[in-house]
C-alpha cells in the first residue's frame, strides 16, 4: 500500500505536470493536508499557478528541501498520473484529519520553526485575518471601507496615514448599485487628485452576489481560487450577507461564531483581510465594543474590531482592537468623501473612572476591589471588570491580586 508521503508526492508531480488542474485541487486541499517538507511546496504551486514557467519560478524562491534537481526528479514521479486518480488521492489526504492519529509538536519545535511573519494589508490597520468594522447607521462606514479599498488598490496611504501595500481588492456592495459606487470612486479620486481608478479592484456584475451561505462561500472562494492576487474582501453589510435561521431551538451565538468562523478559516488560509461592515446598537458601554450588534459570538470569531463613532464632544474616533494588533484610538474627520486620521486619541476619562481616580487619591494607599465597590455603592463583579479595563489602559497597577493603587 502506497505510504502517504507517496500520495503527497503524486499529487504535487501532477499539479507540475498539470498546471490547469491547480486551482481545483488547491479549492479541494490546503497546506495543512501536507507533511513538513511538502508543505510549503504545495503554497508556492498555488500561489503561481499562472506562471509560463512553474519549475523556474519556483527554484527562484528558495524554497526548503527543493531545489531545481528536486524538482525536476519531482516531475518524474508520475507525469501520465495513469493509475491513480486525482479524487482518490485527495480523499486520501483528507482521511488524515480524521484518523485517530493525531500528531503532536513540542515546544522547542515549535520556537525552532520558521513562520512567516504577519501579513499587513495596510500597515498597523488591516492584517491577515477577519475583521469586523461596525458603526451607527449612515456614519459613513460604507466610505470609510471604499477609501481604504482605494488606497490598497492604488498603494499609497490609507486614510492619509497608514501605509497601504499595493493588491488586488474584492469589494461586495449588498447595499449599493452601479451608479452610487461610481458616484463615490470618482469623487473620491477627484479629492487625491487621481484622473483613474485602478484596474484591480473588482465587484460583481450588477453589484450581485449571493448572500454567504454555503453558496455564496463557495462562489468566493472560486473568486479567490482564480485571483491569487486579492488580498482583500469587503463584505458590506453583514446584515445582507448572512441568511438568519428560523428554526426553533437555534444557537444565535453558536450561528453568529460560526458564520464569523467560516471567513476566518479563509482568510487566515490565504493570508488576506477580510473586512466585514456591520452596525453597532444606541446603547451606551463602558467598552464600546460591547455596543457591536448581536451576540458575543460575532466579536469572538474575529481576528481584529474597529469602531467608527463620536465622543462627547461629537467628534469622530476609529478604534481598532485586536489579537495581532496593538490596540489604539484616533481622531478621524470625514470631508468630501475622504476620511483622514488626524491623530492618534488619547485615553478618555468617563465618569465612572473619574469617580474610582478621586477615590484612590483620597485615600493615598493601595484598595481591594471589594474596598472600591462598597465605598462606591456598586457591584463588586462591575467594579472588578472597571478596575481591570483601568489597568490595561495605564492609569492603575495591579500590584497583587485584588489589590490596586494609582499609578503616578
Given at each position: 500500500?502506497?505510504?502517504?508521503?507517496?500520495?503527497?508526492?503524486?499529487?504535487?508531480?501532477?499539479?507540475?505536470?498539470?498546471?490547469?488542474?491547480?486551482?481545483?485541487?488547491?479549492?479541494?486541499?490546503?497546506?495543512?493536508?501536507?507533511?513538513?517538507?511538502?508543505?510549503?511546496?504545495?503554497?508556492?504551486?498555488?500561489?503561481?499557478?499562472?506562471?509560463?514557467?512553474?519549475?523556474?519560478?519556483?527554484?527562484?524562491?528558495?524554497?526548503?528541501?527543493?531545489?531545481?534537481?528536486?524538482?525536476?526528479?519531482?516531475?518524474?514521479?508520475?507525469?501520465?498520473?495513469?493509475?491513480?486518480?486525482?479524487?482518490?488521492?485527495?480523499?486520501?489526504?483528507?482521511?488524515?484529519?480524521?484518523?485517530?492519529?493525531?500528531?503532536?509538536?513540542?515546544?522547542?519545535?515549535?520556537?525552532?520553526?520558521?513562520?512567516?511573519?504577519?501579513?499587513?494589508?495596510?500597515?498597523?490597520?488591516l492584517c491577515e485575518g477577519l475583521i469586523v468594522c461596525a458603526g451607527?447607521?449612515?456614519?459613513?462606514?460604507?466610505?470609510?471601507?471604499?477609501?481604504?479599498?482605494?488606497?490598497?488598490?492604488?498603494?499609497?496611504?490609507?486614510?492619509?496615514?497608514?501605509?497601504?501595500?499595493?493588491?488586488?481588492?474584492?469589494?461586495?456592495?449588498?447595499?449599493?448599485?452601479?451608479?452610487?459606487?461610481?458616484?463615490?470612486?470618482?469623487?473620491?479620486?477627484?479629492?487625491?487628485?487621481?484622473?483613474?481608478?485602478?484596474?484591480?479592484?473588482?465587484?460583481?456584475?450588477?453589484?450581485?452576489?449571493?448572500?454567504?451561505?454555503?453558496?455564496?462561500?463557495?462562489?468566493?472562494?472560486?473568486?479567490?481560487?482564480?485571483?491569487?492576487?486579492?488580498?482583500?474582501?469587503?463584505?458590506?453589510?453583514?446584515?445582507?450577507?448572512?441568511?438568519?435561521?428560523?428554526?426553533?431551538?437555534?444557537?444565535?451565538?453558536?450561528?453568529e461564531y460560526d458564520f464569523g468562523a467560516s471567513l476566518q478559516k479563509?482568510?487566515?488560509?490565504?493570508?488576506?483581510?477580510?473586512?466585514?461592515?456591520?452596525?453597532?446598537?444606541?446603547?451606551?458601554?463602558?467598552?464600546?465594543?460591547?455596543?457591536?450588534?448581536?451576540?458575543?459570538?460575532?466579536?469572538?470569531?474575529?481576528?481584529?474590531?474597529?469602531?467608527?463613532?463620536?465622543?462627547?464632544?461629537?467628534?469622530?474616533?476609529?478604534?481598532?482592537?485586536?489579537?495581532?494588533?496593538?490596540?489604539?484610538?484616533?481622531?478621524?474627520?470625514?470631508?468630501?468623501?475622504?476620511?483622514?486620521?488626524?491623530?492618534?486619541?488619547?485615553?478618555?476619562?468617563?465618569?465612572?473612572?473619574?469617580?474610582?481616580?478621586?477615590?484612590?487619591?483620597?485615600?493615598?494607599?493601595?484598595?481591594?476591589?471589594?474596598?472600591?465597590?462598597?465605598?462606591?455603592?456598586?457591584?463588586?463583579?462591575?467594579?472588578?471588570?472597571?478596575?481591570?479595563?483601568?489597568?490595561?489602559?495605564?492609569?492603575?497597577?495591579?500590584?497583587?491580586?485584588?489589590?490596586?493603587?494609582?499609578?503616578?
Amino acid at each position: 500500500m502506497e505510504n502517504k508521503l507517496g500520495k503527497e508526492l503524486k499529487i504535487l508531480s501532477y499539479m507540475l505536470n498539470h498546471t490547469d488542474s491547480i486551482p481545483e485541487i488547491s479549492h479541494k486541499l490546503n497546506a495543512d493536508n501536507f507533511s513538513d517538507n511538502n508543505r510549503e511546496l504545495f503554497t508556492k504551486i498555488c500561489e503561481n499557478k499562472n506562471s509560463a514557467s512553474l519549475v523556474n519560478d519556483l527554484c527562484k524562491l528558495n524554497i526548503r528541501n527543493w531545489r531545481r534537481i528536486n524538482l525536476n526528479n519531482l516531475l518524474k514521479v508520475d507525469q501520465d498520473f495513469s493509475n491513480i486518480s486525482v479524487d482518490s488521492v485527495i480523499a486520501s489526504l483528507n482521511h488524515r484529519k480524521n484518523g485517530n492519529t493525531i500528531k503532536l509538536v513540542n515546544a522547542k519545535e515549535l520556537q525552532n520553526m520558521e513562520i512567516k511573519p504577519i501579513t499587513w494589508t495596510i500597515e498597523n490597520l488591516l492584517c491577515e485575518g477577519l475583521i469586523v468594522c461596525a458603526g451607527r447607521p449612515k456614519i459613513g462606514k460604507s466610505f470609510l471601507a471604499l477609501n481604504m479599498s482605494l488606497a490598497v488598490a492604488n498603494g499609497g496611504y490609507a486614510l492619509g496615514f497608514f501605509q497601504a501595500n499595493k493588491n488586488s481588492v474584492l469589494y461586495l456592495p449588498y447595499e449599493d448599485n452601479y451608479r452610487r459606487l461610481q458616484k463615490r470612486i470618482n469623487d473620491m479620486l477627484s479629492e487625491e487628485r487621481i484622473n483613474e481608478a485602478p484596474s484591480n479592484l473588482f465587484i460583481p456584475k450588477d453589484c450581485d452576489f449571493p448572500k454567504l451561505t454555503k453558496e455564496g462561500i463557495e462562489q468566493l472562494e472560486n473568486i479567490l481560487n482564480s485571483n491569487s492576487d486579492i488580498k482583500m474582501v469587503v463584505i458590506d453589510t453583514l446584515g445582507r450577507a448572512i441568511v438568519r435561521s428560523n428554526k426553533r431551538n437555534t444557537n444565535p451565538f453558536q450561528d453568529e461564531y460560526d458564520f464569523g468562523a467560516s471567513l476566518q478559516k479563509i482568510a487566515l488560509q490565504r493570508h488576506i483581510s477580510i473586512l466585514l461592515i456591520h452596525h453597532t446598537t444606541k446603547m451606551k458601554y463602558e467598552d464600546g465594543y460591547d455596543s457591536i450588534l448581536g451576540t458575543t459570538g460575532l466579536t469572538a470569531s474575529p481576528d481584529s474590531l474597529m469602531l467608527l463613532s463620536k465622543d462627547s464632544n461629537k467628534d469622530f474616533v476609529l478604534s481598532i482592537t485586536g489579537r495581532d494588533i496593538e490596540e489604539k484610538e484616533y481622531s478621524v474627520k470625514f470631508q468630501n468623501c475622504l476620511w483622514t486620521v488626524e491623530g492618534e486619541k488619547s485615553k478618555t476619562i468617563t465618569p465612572e473612572r473619574e469617580e474610582i481616580i478621586s477615590l484612590f487619591r483620597q485615600y493615598e494607599r493601595p484598595l481591594k476591589t471589594k474596598e472600591v465597590a462598597e465605598y462606591l455603592g456598586k457591584k463588586e463583579s462591575n467594579i472588578s471588570q472597571m478596575l481591570g479595563k483601568m489597568v490595561k489602559d495605564g492609569i492603575l497597577i495591579n500590584e497583587k491580586y485584588g489589590e490596586y493603587v494609582i499609578k503616578v
